[in-house]
């Protein structure tokens, strides 16, 4: 399946399309994709609020774009390893049976497949800006991000079953 098909797919039913990813066996690269799309897509949400900064304080937009970049595309996806493997031991804590690969899968889809939001949440912050409904676009992400994660938790540690 394409993956802007499973996309759509979680939501409606993330813990299935995560089962169905962990289905298709152990392998490395495809978290490694999942991850590095979210913080490429993630990069590019920025750049409206960048522009937007640029614009009104005067600053370089050339230099925000680098330090965005940086922080998004270089040190953002380490911090993401770190909190799988966190989430990974946590599962393990109250009984958790799979695998510290079935963690990461379940957090970087949950990452990628919330990026329609992100899209939403940098147009946001780059054409209205901060405001009411800046931080309800947001939360709205936030918390179907939570929801995609923990369903694929359940599915990736065995608690559904």
């Known amino acids: 399946m394409p993956v802007t ?9 993330p813990g299935r399309v995560v ?3 962990l289905e298709l066996g152990q392998r490395e690269d495809r978290a490694l ?18 522009s937007r ?5 005067g600053l370089e937009l050339n230099m925000l774009m680098g330090g965005a970049l940086l922080g998004t595309v270089i040190i953002l996806p380490l911090f993401f390893y770190l909190l799988a493997f966190i989430s990974y031991g946590a599962a393990r804590l109250i009984g958790g049976k799979g695998s ?28 209205i800006g901060p405001g009411p409904t800046l ?6 992400w936030v918390a179907v991000f ?13 608690f559904s079953e």
């Open 100 to 127: 510290a690969y079935g963690a990461r899968v379940a957090l970087f889809w949950a990452l990628l497949s919330s990026t329609p939001l992100v899209l939403l949440n940098g147009l946001v912050a780059g054409f």
């Open 53 to 57: 900064r640029a614009h009104l304080e």
């Open 5 to 13: 098909s499973d996309i759509v797919a979680t939501y409606r039913g």
């Open 146 to 158: 939570l929801w995609f994660w923990m369903s694929g938790m359940r599915q990736a540690q065995g």
């Open 33 to 50: 994709v999942f991850v590095m799309a979210f913080c490429v897509v993630a990069f590019i949400a920025q750049l409206p609020s960048l």
């Open 19 to 21: 089962r169905r990813l």
């Open 135 to 140: 931080s309800a676009v947001g939360l709205i």
